[in-house]
C-alpha cells in the first residue's frame, strides 16, 4: 500500500466516520438521558438524507455542480438549517409519541415502539420516493481537487471533516456550558432529583431528541453529497455501525460516540483495502461483540454494564 | 379458581360470567391437563382446516392445494413465534436477528441433505441436528451478551441477525451465495418419499411438529426453569435475589428460542428444497416480533394464532385486495400496491400495541397485570434511571 493510496483512504475513512460520529451523537446522548437504544434514530438519519435531497432538486432545482463559491455557501448552510431544524422536530413528534408515554412501563416497550417507528419512517419515505436508489445532485465539483502525497482529494471530504468537528464541538459547548446543557447532565445523572431540583424534565428529555436528531439530519445530508445516492434502507446499516460506535466510545459518552465513529469509519475503509470489501460489515460488528465482551463500558464510559 | 367462584358468588352475573361459570370445570380440566388439550386442539384445527377451504367463499379464492400449501408454510412462522415468545414473552429479552437462527437451521439442513453438499442425512435426525446446531449459535452469540444490560441483547441480535445472511451470501464456494442452495432432499417415511406436488403430508408433520413445540413450551413454561424466566422478566434483580441463576436461565432461554427457529428452519428449507439469503432478511425478524407481540407476548395459544392471523393477512388477504381491486377498477384503489404498505401496517400496529393494549390480543393474564403496574402503581414502578445512573459527558 503505497503512500498514495494510503493518503486517499485516509480521507475517505475521515469523510465516512464524520457520518457515523454524527449519527452515533444522537444515539449516546438520548441513552444516556433516558437509557433507550432508539432504533428510528438510524431512519431519522435516512429521512435527513431524503429531505436534503428533494430540498435540493424541487424547490431548489439543482442538477448539476454549482461553480460559484458563494452561492455554493449559501446553499450549503440553507440545507444543513433547513433539515436539522426538520429532522430536529421530526424526533421530539417521536419522543412525545411513542416513548414519552411509555417511560415508565417494562423496558421491552419502548425499545419495541422504537423499532415499530423505524419500520414506519421507511415505509413512508418508502411509498413517497419508490424503492429504487435515489440520485442526490452533487453540488460540489468533482473536479476541484487538490494534490497531497501523490493522492487526490476532493474539497468536499475536508468540507464535510470540518463541518462535524463544528458540530461536535457546537455540542460539547451546548452541553459543558449552557443551562440546558447542565439539565441535560442532571437528568442523565438522577431524573428525579433534578426534577426536585426545577429541572423541566420532560422539556430537557425533548430538547435531548432535537439536538440528536439534527446531528443525524446533518449526517443524513453528509452522505448524500458524498455517496450521491441514497436509499430507503441506508438508515438501518449506517444505524446499526453508528450504535457500534457509541458503545464503542463509551455509551452516554459524547466525545466517546465522535472517536468511536471515526474508528468504526476506518475499520470500514480499511477492511476494504485489504480485499475484505464483502466483509465490512462483519468486521464492525466484530468489534462491536469484542468491545462487549472485553470492555463493555467503552472506550470512554464510566462501568455501568452488569446492572440490569 | 373454580373452588373460589363457587363459594363467592357475586350478585349480578352476565351471561358471560354465566358461562364462564358452566364451563369452569372444562376450563380446569384442560388447564390442568395442558398437553392433553394442545393434542386435542391441533387435532380439531388441523382437520377443520383443510375441511372450511372446501366451502364457498374460500374455494372459489384459491385452490385447496394453495391453501394447504399456505397453511404449511403458515406452521413454520407459528413455530418461530412460538420460539421467539420463549426469549421475549416468558424471558422478556428482545431478540431482533431471530431471522438468523432460522438461516442456521435452513442451511444446515441444505449442508446436510442435498446434492449440492453431496450428503444426505435423512430429514428426522436433522430436525435434531439443525435444532442443536441453531442452539449452539445461540449459546455463542448469547454467553457474551447476556452477561450484559438487556439492550445490549437487542442490538448485537440485530447485527447477528444482519450479518449472517451476509456470511451465507459471501461464502460462494460453500453456499453457492445468492443463489442459494436448491433441489435439497425432501423428508422420506417409511419409504415414502415426500414430494413439493404432494402437499398433506407436510402439512400434517408440520401440525406434529407445531403441536410437539406447543406441549414442550407448555411444559417448560410450568417447570421451575419457566417460572424463573418470569421472574427475571418481572424483576431480574429480585430474581437474582432469589437464588436464580439469571445468565444461565437467561442463557438457556435464548438458546431454546433460537433451537425452535433452527427446526423452523430445517422444515422449512425441506419444504420448500431451497435454502438462499434473501429468505432470511431482517423484515423476517421483525415479522415474526410483530406476530409475538400482536399475539400476545407470553401466551403460548395467542401467540400462535397471532401468527397465524399475520401469516394469512400478509400472503393471502393482502395479495387478494390487490387482485379483488385490480378486477372491479376502482380508480385510485386499484393503483395501491396494498403488500407495499404491509410494513407501515406492522409498525404501527407496533406502537399502537405498546401503547394501547400492550399485553397484546390474547394477553396472557400474569403478562397483562405487569405491563399494567405501571398505570396502577404509579410511584412504585421503577423508572429505568433509577435502575442505573445513566451519564451524559
Known sequence: ?308 | MSIQNDVIRPQGQSPRERLNERLAPVTAFLAAHRSLSVLIGMTLVGIALPLIILLPPFSTFQSSSAWLNNFTLAGVYILLALGLNIVVGLAGLLDLGYAAFFAIGSYAYAFGASPFSGIHIPFWPMLIIGALVAMIFGVLLGAPTLRLRGDYLAIVTLGFGEIVPIVFKNSDTYTRGTNGISSIYPPELLGYRFSTIELLPFYIVMLCIVAFAMILIYRLQDSRLGRSWMAIREDELAAASNGINTVTTKLLAFSLGASTAGLAGVFSASKLTFAGPDQFIFAVSFTVLAMVVLGGMGNIWGVAVGAFVLYMIQNVLLKGLNQFFDIIHVPIISDINFIQYQFLLYGLALVLMMLLRPEGLFPSKRRRQELHTAEAGGDEAVTPADEAGGVLS
Do not use: C
Open chain 1, 1 to 308: 500500500m503505497d503512500i498514495s493510496v494510503l493518503t486517499q483512504q485516509f480521507f475517505n475513512a475521515l469523510t465516512l466516520g464524520s457520518i457515523y460520529a454524527l449519527i452515533a451523537l444522537g444515539y449516546t446522548m438520548v441513552y444516556g438521558i433516558i437509557e433507550l437504544i432508539n432504533f428510528a434514530h438510524g431512519d431519522v438519519f435516512m429521512v435527513g438524507s431524503f429531505t436534503a435531497m428533494w430540498l435540493l432538486t424541487v424547490p431548489l432545482s439543482m442538477h448539476g455542480s454549482i461553480e460559484n463559491p458563494v452561492l455554493l455557501a449559501g446553499v450549503l448552510v440553507l440545507i444543513f438549517a433547513v433539515v436539522m431544524l426538520a429532522m430536529g422536530i421530526v424526533g421530539v413528534i417521536i419522543e412525545r409519541f411513542a416513548y414519552r408515554p411509555l417511560r415508565n412501563a417494562p423496558r421491552l416497550a419502548p425499545l419495541l415502539t422504537a423499532i415499530g417507528v423505524s419500520f414506519i419512517l421507511q415505509n413512508i419515505i418508502q411509498v413517497i420516493f419508490g424503492s429504487s436508489p435515489k440520485r442526490t445532485p452533487q453540488i460540489f465539483a468533482n473536479n476541484v481537487r487538490f494534490e497531497l502525497f501523490g493522492a487526490s482529494i476532493s474539497y468536499l471530504s475536508v468540507f464535510i471533516f470540518l463541518i462535524t468537528l463544528f458540530l461536535i464541538f457546537a455540542l460539547q459547548m451546548f452541553v459543558g456550558r449552557t443551562r440546558l446543557g447542565r439539565a441535560m447532565r442532571s437528568t442523565a445523572q438522577d431524573r428525579e432529583a433534578a426534577q426536585l431540583m426545577g429541572v423541566n424534565i420532560n422539556r430537557t428529555i425533548a430538547v435531548t431528541f432535537f439536538i440528536g436528531s439534527a446531528l443525524a439530519g446533518a449526517g443524513g445530508v453528509v452522505y448524500g453529497l458524498h455517496f450521491g445516492q441514497i436509499g430507503f434502507t441506508i438508515g438501518f446499516s449506517a444505524g446499526l455501525k453508528a450504535f457500534t460506535a457509541a458503545v464503542l466510545g463509551g455509551i452516554g459518552n459524547t466525545t466517546g460516540a465522535a472517536l468511536g465513529g471515526f474508528f468504526i469509519g476506518f475499520v470500514e475503509v480499511f477492511s476494504g483495502q485489504v480485499g475484505l470489501f464483502r466483509w465490512s460489515e462483519a468486521m464492525v460488528f466484530a468489534v462491536l461483540i469484542l468491545v462487549l465482551v472485553f470492555r463493555p463500558s467503552g472506550l470512554l464510559g464510566q462501568p455501568t454494564a452488569e446492572r440490569a
